[in-house]
């Protein structure tokens, strides 16, 4: 059971370039999250998904995409990445009427 | 939607003494909220949480207080040891509706307990 699981862990990439980092959960979670982390701001919600099939805008979703197709599988890509979108980013699970976050390790990324 | 405010942003106590990190939240239709400690390099990790039906919880060391009407909720931490540095975030969610599914947390409180 390894829980919440983030790929790739660390990533540097050049303006303009595109990415996914996968979040794969092994606990049948229906909930799953991205949050980014910057300094002094804290857990920042991008995008999140309610089940297999649907995702939802968060509070920071602009310069992101997702996608659900399988449930225990949540994807973030970056079309175009920019240097703001240096960052700390988590993905985080959990039960329906379960408030309890369960995070994956984080995956830092840098756009130069 | 839902804002959360944390005070303050860094607080050093010393080895042995209490640490109170304070949060306000904007919607009074929120009900749940949870605490996370982030160890320098980690995952956040859930430590305590209190629901809106609950003034007070307590688990060893650490308690949390809400005040509905106020609507604001601190942790208190006592006996601080140098394994309680790291950074704290709190967070509110609310128990129905879109609101329920997602968690809005405040920006931390990086604690430093100097021995």
């Known amino acids: 059971n390894a829980g919440v699981t983030q790929t790739p862990k660390f990533r540097v990439l050049k303006t303009g370039q595109s990415m996914t980092l996968l979040c794969a959960q092994d606990m049948n979670h229906e909930y799953m999250y991205w949050y980014r982390q910057d300094p002094g701001m804290g857990l920042r919600l991008i995008h999140y998904s309610v089940g297999e099939g649907t995702t939802a805008k968060g509070e920071v979703p602009d310069g992101y995409n997702v996608s659900r197709l399988k449930k225990q599988n949540f994807l973030l890509g970056l079309e175009s990445a920019a240097p703001s979108q240096t960052s700390v980013y988590f993905c985080?699970?959990?039960?329906?009427?379960?408030?309890?976050?369960?995070f994956g390790a984080g995956s830092r990324l840098t756009v130069l | 939607g839902e804002n959360v405010e944390q005070h303050p942003s860094t607080l050093s106590v010393q080895e042995g003494d209490s640490a109170v990190i304070k949060c306000t939240y904007s919607?009074?239709?929120?009900?749940?909220f949870p605490w996370y400690k982030q160890e320098l390099g980690k995952r956040p990790q859930l430590i305590i949480d209190?629901?809106?039906?609950?003034g007070e919880k307590k688990d060893q060391r650490i308690a949390v207080t809400l005040n509905k009407t106020a609507k604001h909720f601190s942790l208190h931490i006592t006996e601080t040891q140098p394994e309680d540095s790291a950074v704290y975030f709190c967070a509110a969610s609310m128990g129905s509706g879109a609101g329920s599914y997602q968690l809005t947390f405040g920006k931390g409180t990086k604690l430093s307990v100097i021995p």
């Open positions: 919607d009074s239709a929120s009900n749940y």
């Open positions: 209190i629901r809106s039906n609950v």
């Open positions: 985080a699970s959990r039960v329906p009427g379960a408030n309890v976050l369960t």
